[in-house]
């Protein structure tokens, strides 16, 4: 009797606006640390952007989880649902990691390969925005969903060869005389290539939802 009392009560339709204004302020989080990876005078100002995008998340995430405590009915498992804005916040919270390390060491130059993953870390942001939207009718658009996760792993793919090639040249390049600038570079580095995972692991949770719904 219930569960037909549930299936005639409409879904709390509120998550899928929270995980579309997520998504988007996490692409623009992504936008800004990739214009942080080009240098110069303005990297302070960015770095300080994308901690402010990463707060304006937070509020997005716990907005989830109120509406996740308070409604009866919701889209999809209540699990999954908390899971999937926790990966979502991973991610902009590891670009916070990533600028906070940057701040730390007053790193104004960054190496090609790291300008690289940054590309690659935009790419991730907008491929989760595109996803999000989709989950609104997830059987529809399951070809969709199943393209978004894999072209995100194929970027993940690309960050790590970036990432292990990107520590290979700096540490060549600083192996003689300038150990601590290696040590900084490759802390850099892996603080981008985790942002491009926690991007995989949203893909690969969007795909896990949507195994349970076919």
């Keep these: 009797m219930l569960g037909w ?9 509120r998550f899928f606006d929270l995980f579309e204004r997520h ?17 110069g005078d ?16 937070d509020v997005v995430a716990r907005e989830v989880l109120l509406a996740l ?38 790193v104004a130059v960054f190496e090609p390969n790291m300008v690289k993953i940054g590309d690659l870390i935009v790419e991730s942001a907008q491929s989760a925005l595109e996803a ?10 399951a070809a969709q969903l199943n393209s978004a996760q894999e072209k995100i792993a194929r970027l993940e793919e690309e960050s790590d060869q970036l990432y292990m090639q990107g520590l290979k040249e700096l540490y060549h390049k600083h192996k003689d005389n300038q ?10 580095f892996g603080h981008l290539e985790k ?11 969007v795909s896990g939802i949507l195994l349970e719904h076919m």
Aim: glycine content about 6%; hydrophobic content about 45%; some cysteine.
């Design 5 to 13: 009392l549930q299936a005639l009560m409409p879904k709390e339709e």
């Design 23 to 39: 998504a988007a302020i996490s692409l623009e989080a992504a936008r800004s640390l990739r214009a942080v990876l080009d240098g």
């Design 42 to 57: 303005g990297v302070r100002a960015l770095c300080a952007e994308v901690g402010k995008k990463e707060d304006e998340a």
């Design 69 to 106: 405590r308070r409604s009866f009915i919701t889209p999809f498992d209540r699990g999954d649902i908390h899971a999937l804005i926790t990966d979502m916040d991973d991610a902009i919270d590891q670009m916070r990691q990533t600028v906070k390390a940057i701040s730390l060491f007053d």
């Design 132 to 141: 999000m939207p989709l989950l609104r009718a997830i059987n529809t658009h």
């Design 179 to 188: 150990p601590m600038a290696y040590i900084v570079g490759s802390e850099i």
């Design 195 to 205: 942002v491009v995972d926690c991007f995989e692991d949203l893909g690969s949770r």
